[in-house]
């Protein structure tokens, strides 16, 4: 069992950044591959980056050059740093884990992750 809890969350203006935090605890394995998602209001949970335990990382191509995914390998944190935000950012902010860590491969697919976080809300004004 793996639990995940995101933080940083908030409000900013057209333009802004926020740094997104996502908390492993549990059972976790020394591979993985974590996704980050964006739910915006009344549509379905999008894939915007993944990493792996490796540092291998994807990106969709809606936030390539603004969002950039890392991690605290000690701490057993990841990142997840949002430049020039827009408003059609708004939304929860998901982080997910893997479902089967054998995989080893980065996914910007729902379906690959098995254990998410309970999400942190980004607000993005025009």
């Known amino acids: 069992q793996v639990e995940l809890a995101e933080s940083g969350g908030g409000s900013v203006p057209t333009g802004g950044s926020l740094t997104l935090s996502c908390a492993l605890s549990?059972?976790?394995?020394?591979?993985?591959?974590i996704g980050w998602f964006h739910q915006a209001p009344g549509r379905e949970r999008e894939g915007v980056a993944s990493?792996?335990?490796?540092?291998?990382?994807t990106y969709a191509d809606s936030v390539k050059d603004r969002f950039t995914v890392s991690k605290d390998s000690a701490k057993n944190i990841l990142y997840l740093e949002m430049n020039n935000l827009q408003p059609e950012d708004t939304g929860m902010y998901y982080c997910?884990?893997?479902?089967?860590?054998?995989?080893?491969?980065?996914?910007?697919?729902?379906?690959?992750?098995?254990?998410w976080g309970q999400g942190t809300q980004v607000t993005v004004s025009s």
């Open positions: 549990g059972n976790v394995y020394s591979r993985y591959c």
């Open positions: 990493i792996l335990s490796d540092g291998t990382t």
């Open positions: 997910g884990y893997d479902r089967d860590p054998s995989t080893f491969t980065p996914s910007l697919s729902e379906l690959h992750y098995g254990y």
